[in-house]
């Protein structure tokens, strides 16, 4: 049974970092594309904001994050991460891993970012 583990989030001021992990069970993690999901205070959308192939390949940023976040991923420890720098407010939120929509697994419990101002 595929699943997965969010970990590293934490409280932060505005302009702060952190790095988040996450692990995934399974044997499907290394042939597949992973990506960092974002779900806002309030908000039922999970918006994608990173993305990784398992193999050679240009990384999927969205606008909001670009030159701020940079995911990498450890095939051989099947983990995911998002190293995340010049934090905002408005990257407040839980963060989530799973891989591209159309190939979704369970989701895991994510894991609470709090930017402060």
């Known amino acids: 049974q595929v699943q997965l583990v969010e970990s590293g989030g934490g409280f932060v001021q505005a302009g702060g970092s952190l790095r988040l992990s996450c692990v995934a069970s399974g044997d499907i993690f290394s042939r597949n594309t992973m990506a960092w999901y974002h779900q806002a205070p309030g908000k039922q959308q999970r918006l994608m904001v990173a993305g990784i192939r398992s193999g050679v390949g240009t990384d999927y940023y969205a606008d909001s994050v670009r030159g701020r976040f940079t995911i990498s991923r450890d095939n051989a420890q099947n983990t995911v991460y998002l190293q995340m720098t010049h934090l905002k407010p408005e990257d407040t939120g839980v963060y989530f891993c799973?891989?591209?929509?159309?190939?979704?697994?369970?989701w895991g419990q994510g894991t609470q970012v709090t930017v402060s101002s």
């Open positions: 799973n891989r591209l929509p159309d190939n979704w697994v369970p």
